[in-house]
């Protein structure tokens, strides 16, 4: 199993930019996939971006691809997000998510983005 700590979360001004962190321990070595999602309240968990640990491909969801930067450090086993010109309408809890090769799926215990307008 993996663990997740995610890092980073907190209130920012509208306009403003925050950096996400994401440590994942336990067994890293059979990592397949790791991914941020996101959920506001009232409103069900959406995918925000994710790297296939194996070949580093990121892919981004429909609305972070613009503004949101997915990165990582391989020797931390660590992903950072990146987000800039936050909206209000970002406001949410910043899930880390990771998936190994057994078909195992963790989760962090997520990190509060508050924007303010």
């Known amino acids: 199993q993996v663990q997740l700590a995610e890092s980073g979360g907190g209130l920012v001004q509208s306009g403003g930019s925050l950096r996400l962190s994401c440590a994942a321990s336990g067994s890293t070595f059979s990592l397949y996939d790791m991914a941020w999602y996101r959920q506001a309240p009232g409103k069900e968990r959406e995918f925000v971006a994710g790297?296939?640990?194996?070949?580093?491909?990121?892919r981004y969801g429909y609305f972070a691809k613009d503004r949101f930067t997915l990165s990582r450090d391989v020797a931390e086993t660590t992903i950072f997000l990146q987000m800039n010109s936050l909206q209000p309408e970002d406001t949410a809890t910043y899930y880390c998510?990771?998936?190994?090769?057994?078909?195992?799926?963790?989760w962090g215990q997520g990190t509060q983005v508050p924007i303010s307008s």
């Open positions: 998510n990771a998936e190994t090769n057994y078909y195992e799926v963790s």
């Open positions: 790297i296939r640990w194996t070949t580093g491909n990121i």
